[in-house]
């Protein structure tokens, strides 16, 4: 077991959780316009991956 794990309550594994920027939030707010995921990816230059992530975690 690693130092950090044995000693600090608050330890996570891994990579901290992405945050979701404004440029996410404006993805989101165009994918609720209507539009579509390959449109909204063109107009903010986000990856579909990236649009689809934000998308599940601010609706979940």
């Known amino acids: 077991m690693h130092f950090a794990k044995r ?3 608050n330890f996570r594994e891994g990579c901290p959780k992405a945050k979701i ?3 996410k939030l404006h993805a989101y ?3 609720k316009s209507g539009l579509s995921y390959k449109e909204v990816s063109k ?3 986000l ?3 990236t ?3 934000g998308r ?3 609706e979940s």
Do not use: C, G, W, Y
């Open 47 to 49: 990856s579909v991956s």
């Open 43 to 45: 107009r903010t230059r």
């Open 21 to 23: 920027t404004d440029d």
């Open 7 to 9: 000693n600090n309550p």
């Open 56 to 58: 599940r975690k601010l």
């Open 51 to 53: 649009i689809q992530r």
């Open 29 to 31: 707010e165009l994918l």
